[in-house]
């Protein structure tokens, strides 16, 4: 599930109801089950993403995986502030800017940033246009002493927009749009 409601989204199956039968409710000791079984029992760093994991109570997995050595990390939108994102190893704040047609709740934000305390906190923006560009630069200004990724914005993701999946038209359309974020970039230093 999500809180939001984006105009694109690069984990819809994590979101639409019509996807909902291939999801499988698990407690955590299901959940760190599952982990286990692929990793050979070996503790590793497991990402909690898609969707806006923050809306689901997960202290319970993250308290029974730190007992056994595994770290965490955690990206969300920074819409749902969560006492237990002091138990994480990395936290990403990924606010979303004008593309996806949702507004930042500032307070909100905020509230995501102050209870980062503990873990690696790091911002990421996805942009798809100039707009977003410049919601990033804003970003970057406000949190100025928080380490910021921007990640080039899928176009395949976007309303009216078929897939392309994985051949060599998608992979053009990313490098053109890799380069144009660079191009911006550079001309900002």
């Given amino acids: 599930g999500c809180d939001y409601r984006c105009t694109w989204c690069d984990t819809l199956y994590a979101v ?10 698990m407690n955590s000791d299901e959940i760190l089950n599952e982990v286990k079984k692929h990793t050979d029992g070996n503790p590793i760093l497991v990402t909690l993403s898609g969707g806006n994991p923050a809306m689901h109570d997960l202290e319970p997995l993250l308290d029974k995986g730190k007992r ?8 969300t939108q920074g819409s749902i502030p969560r006492k237990w994102f002091r138990k994480l190893d990395w936290l990403f704040l990924s606010p979303k800017g004008p593309s996806s047609s949702e507004a930042v ?10 209870e980062s305390v503990g873990p690696k906190l790091v911002l990421k923006v ?17 949190y100025y002493d928080i380490p910021m990724y921007l990640q080039v914005g899928n176009p395949n993701f976007l309303p009216n927009n ?6 060599r038209k998608s992979e053009d359309v990313l490098m053109r749009q ?12």
């Fill in 105 to 114: 709740d500032w307070e909100k934000f905020d509230k995501c940033v102050a």
């Fill in 68 to 75: 056994e050595d595994f770290t965490f990390a955690l990206e």
């Fill in 178 to 189: 890799y380069r144009l974020l660079l191009d911006w970039v550079f001309r900002d230093k």
């Fill in 16 to 25: 639409l109801p019509e996807q909902s039968s291939e999801w499988r409710r």
């Fill in 126 to 142: 996805t942009v798809f246009n100039e707009q977003d560009y410049d919601f990033a630069k804003s970003t970057a200004e406000r």
């Fill in 162 to 167: 078929k897939m392309l999946g994985a051949d």
